[in-house]
């Protein structure tokens, strides 16, 4: 049965099964509330929120756009000066080679614009037969992705074998990748995709050294692109503007941005391509065969352009480098030795707890136990805004919460947090050994 709040709201919510809290206001990292509580947002969201709420300068920046031109159509030739000037800012310095932009809405838009751009490029060039996606298990590329052929995720602390290397485990995931290309047809693959540092479905997991090395030199052999999803742990995540930047590549052929890019002011994701992309439409039909009636939307571009230029100004990736430090020391010093805290990871400010019902044998928790979700609506009662396991969807049961702080953080922000994410564990961890015991004496 649904909640009442839900049965009398007309919103159509994505949980029915308890009250929405309304949100009145923010400042900094909190949110708060009608009835007066205040919140600390430890996720910006679903990791969007990077400057916090409330920043009066990047508000004045979306009421002085809307004070000379609110729409564009990117459809007609014209454009306006604050998506030109947020392409320039993003692709000066052609970091890996890309050279242009697409700015759409949401990560879903973009995700469906660069794989119709990998298309239309194989197309430009004469070689439509090019029409697989090869990606990974248990990754997640929008709403509005189509089918694709699936290879394993790189995830040491799940799948490697038993004194196997690092070494070994990727050359055992280059021979996988080999034998995908091999069995599609190596002139039929269009691209291979995958995000540096997973998201919500595994909880920031982080590639075994030269895993994307390896990628990037099984694309090059074949002459597929390399697509990187950067929707969510790009633009200073993880400590550097482009989280591909720590894997020891020379970058992607095209690539997603999203969620941090506009910190939450406006919905606003882009794409981001590669020279060797564009001079093939150059050369080609000259035209971007794919379009949407809010692309490039003049508001968005300027709100991402005053949220973008912050992050420099104030070196801001500093911080998350320097804060990134002490979170990672307090989660392994105060959450891993907890009873089913299995493994901790991350880099910068994007960090992943992984719950499992015996961290020694790594069983995990049953879907019906729902251990994560407690953890996140304990973590609310007590003023946390956590993110959790969104839903499964691979052989993989990853019980997860994320920790991904505004990049003002400060050390006694997320010390509290911690704190806070500490108790939650503890109160969720004490109910499930007890209903484990409970269990246990009534089979005797």
Known sequence: MAHPFVTESNILHRDMRCEHLKVVSGEGIRYHLGSGKSISDATCGPSVSILGHGNQEVTDAIIAQLGTIQYVYSGAPLTSEPSEALAKFLLEDRPGGLSKGIFVNSGSEATDAALKLVTQYWHEIGEPNRKFIISRKQSYHGNSIGSLSFVDPCYSFRAKKN??????????????????????????????????????????????????????????????????????????????????????????????????????????????????????????????????????????????????????????????????????????????????????????????????????????????????????DVAMDLGLNLLGSLGHSGELQVDHVIVAPPYIVEEADVVEIVGLLHEAISRVGAEYSRAQRERRKSLL
């Open 163 to 376: 004194g196997e290397s690092d070494a070994a485990y990727v050359e055992r995931l280059r021979q996988q990748l080999e034998d995908t290309f091999q069995r599609l047809g190596p002139n039929n693959v269009a691209a291979f995709m995958a995000e540096p540092q997973s998201g919500t479905t595994l909880g920031c997991v982080t590639a075994t050294p030269g895993y994307f090395k390896m990628v990037r030199d099984i694309c090059d052999k074949y002459g597929a692109l390399l697509v990187l999803d950067e929707i969510i742990c790009g633009m200073g995540k993880t400590g550097t503007m482009h989280a591909w930047e720590q894997e020891g590549i020379r970058g992607p052929d095209v690539q997603t941005i999203g969620k941090v890019l506009g910190a939450g002011f406006v919905p606003l994701s882009g794409v981001l391509v590669h020279e060797r992309v564009f001079q093939a439409l150059v050369g080609g039909s000259k035209a971007l065969l794919h379009g949407h009636t809010f692309q490039a939307h003049p508001l968005a571009c300027a709100a991402a352009l005053a949220v973008q230029k912050i992050v420099r100004r104030d070196n801001l990736l500093e911080n998350v480098c320097e804060q990134g430090l002490i979170l990672e020391k307090q989660l392994r010093e105060r959450i891993a030795p907890l009873p089913y805290v299995a493994d901790i990871r991350g880099r910068g400010l994007f960090w992943g707890v992984e719950l499992m019902r015996d961290p020694q044998s790594k069983e995990p928790f049953d879907r019906s136990d729902n251990f994560c979700g407690k953890v996140v």
